[in-house]
């Protein structure tokens, strides 16, 4: 192995500084999640991932969007569904597909999240104007795998 130079370092240096700033913004958004709207993160997340698809979507779909299993995708659903926030039905086409969609309430309890969701992160980023902002992204960018972009 060969011996790190200064700009590794100070790459890994940026790593742990946007992991830090990662961390510390998760944790907050984590604690106004289960203070503001007594719920987890994760149940934003969830929903977020439906009201970017704006209709029904395939069980399926949504389980590879959120990187779980079909199977941790109905317990999600049955989460959410048992709060109202979502329903589901069977494909016209084809009755072994579940379709799922925000319901009314799912989608108005996920805009008044997302609305203070937005509001904290812009708390956190407060200290970057619109130049630096358009800067950081496509800086971040260069390293962004092409699927992500």
Do not use: C
Not at 29 to 41: I, S
Not at 61 to 79: H, I, Q, Y
Not at 83 to 102: P, Y
Not at 130 to 148: F, K, S, T, Y
């Amino acid at each position: 192995m060969t011996k790190p130079t200064s700009l590794s370092r100070r790459r890994l240096r940026t790593w742990i500084r946007l992991l830090r700033l990662t961390r510390h913004t998760e944790n907050r958004l984590r604690e106004y999640m289960r203070v503001a709207h007594n719920r987890p993160q994760h149940r934003y997340d969830d929903m977020a991932a439906l009201h970017r698809h704006d209709g029904p979507m395939k069980m399926s779909a949504l389980s590879e969007m959120l990187l779980v299993s079909n199977g941790n995708a109905s317990t999600v659903v049955d989460r959410l569904e048992k709060d109202g926030f979502v329903a589901r039905k069977t494909d016209a086409q084809d009755r072994r597909v579940v379709m799922v969609t925000l319901t009314d309430a799912g989608r108005a309890h996920f805009d008044d999240a997302a609305l203070g969701h937005e509001e904290m992160v812009d708390g956190i980023l407060e200290a970057f104007g619109p130049e630096e902002l358009d800067q950081i992204r496509a800086l971040l960018h260069r390293v962004d795998p092409p699927g992500n972009r």
